[in-house]
């Protein structure tokens, strides 16, 4: 009974630990700094060669928050609080792919699944980005 008893504790504490955890992973995407330290990072590795600076390749610029609301030729590539209508995330996973559009980044292979859920997170959480960097 006793051992019983520990092992309901034990697991008791597990749950708790991984609520908690994740509680804090939500609670952090929606802070400014979420982008800055975890989501621009990877745009800038993987997209930015693309979609910044002197480039907006489909018409579309994801240096601003602006500019992924507003999107490309094919509307919004962000819809805060909706990955699963994100043509960004889309792309990302190799979904929502058409004659015109390919899977993002092109001609490499997939992102690794880590990024792509910290993109995904983010844009969950509202797409919240600091002021500087969300205006064009
Ligand atoms: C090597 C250049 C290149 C890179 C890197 C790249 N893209 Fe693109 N992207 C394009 C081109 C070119 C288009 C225009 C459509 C096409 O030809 O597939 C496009 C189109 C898009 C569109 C659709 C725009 C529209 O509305 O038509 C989205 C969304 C997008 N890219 C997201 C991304 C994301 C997110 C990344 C990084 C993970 C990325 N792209 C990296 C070249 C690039």
């Known amino acids: ?3 019983v008893l520990a092992g309901v504790a034990v697991a008791g504490y597990v749950l708790m630990g991984l609520g908690l955890r994740s509680a804090g992973v939500q609670e952090n995407a929606s802070r400014p700094e979420f982008y800055t330290t ?3 990072p990877i ?14 390749r489909g018409g579309l610029n994801l240096k601003t928050r602006d500019g992924m609301l507003h999107g490309g030729h094919h509307g919004a590539a962000v819809v805060p609080g909706d990955p699963a209508k ?3 995330v889309l792309l990302m996973r190799h979904e929502g792919s058409t004659d015109e559009l390919g899977p993002m980044p092109p001609k490499k292979p997939k992102m690794s699944d880590a990024d ?10 509202g797409a919240i980005m600091p002021e500087a960097a ?3």
Request: proline residues 3%.
């Open 43 to 56: 745009l800038q590795s993987n997209c930015y060669k693309c979609h910044a600076g002197m480039f907006h």
């Open 134 to 136: 969300a205006k064009p």
């Open 116 to 125: 792509i859920a910290v993109v995904e997170q983010w844009v969950k959480a």
């Open 38 to 40: 975890k989501v621009e």
């Open 86 to 88: 994100s043509l960004l």
């Open 1 to 3: 009974m006793r051992f």
